[in-house]
């Protein structure tokens, strides 16, 4: 699902809402939840999941074409857990569409 799949959906099931206020909420939200990781903030999203920051220690590469080894710097990469619930509803779904017994 992409971003205007997203602003696509909430439009169609909020009929009282534009598209461009559906837009512009969809907008704002990520912007804000991307604002919390780049202050280094958790979000958790009950049901859903949480989103984090995850440190990438610095460490020694290889440069694939030449061979010569580079230093990589230290990161801080966007990480994503799923929740309970949206892992079952997954594992469920996928599950009925793929015809395979439930394992529980």
């Not at 779904?93 to 015809?99: D, H, K, N, S």
């Amino acid at each position: 699902m992409t971003r205007s799949d997203l602003v696509e959906e909430l439009a169609s099931r909020f009929g009282q809402l534009t598209h461009r206020d559906t837009e512009y909420a969809v907008k704002t939200i990520l912007d804000a939840m991307s604002e919390a990781l780049v202050r280094g903030h958790r979000i958790e999203i009950r049901g859903f999941g949480s989103f984090s920051i995850n440190r990438r220690s610095p460490r020694m590469g290889r440069n694939p074409r030449s061979g010569e080894s580079v230093a990589i710097p230290e990161k801080r990469v966007p990480h994503f857990k799923p929740g309970k619930a949206l892992r079952e509803a997954v594992d469920a779904r996928t599950a009925e569409l793929l015809g395979t017994p439930d394992a529980h």
